[in-house]
């Protein structure tokens, strides 16, 4: 039975061990050192992005920014970002 307050693992991960989304975004890291999975990855958003911009925002760019971002759009369909971090303390970051 679990008790309230003990760890199931009290001495934590190993030092020098990596979980799963690390060793992930390693292998992520070495595929796309190489350069012609580079250019290949750039034809591709590109014609994402072309197809539908406003899709390719929503789903490529904006899990990308951090959580403490803040983004408008204006009539011209220019995006503006800011910083949350330096908005007012007592506004807790959306």
């Known amino acids: 039975m679990f008790q309230v307050g003990v760890s199931g693992n009290p001495k934590g991960r190993p030092k020098g061990t990596c979980g799963g989304r690390?060793?992930?975004?390693?292998?992520?890291?070495?595929i796309l050192a190489r350069r012609s999975n580079?250019?290949?990855?750039?034809?591709?958003?590109?014609?994402?992005?072309?197809?539908?911009?406003?899709?390719?925002f929503k789903t490529v760019i904006m899990p990308l920014l951090p959580r403490e971002s803040k983004l408008a759009m204006d009539h011209d369909g220019i995006i503006e970002w800011k910083s949350r971090l330096g908005d007012d303390p007592g506004e807790k970051p959306r």
Do not use: G, N, W, Y
């Open 22 to 30: 690390v060793q992930a975004l390693a292998e992520l890291d070495r």
């Open 38 to 56: 580079k250019r290949l990855l750039s034809e591709v958003l590109q014609k994402e992005f072309r197809a539908d911009p406003v899709k390719f």
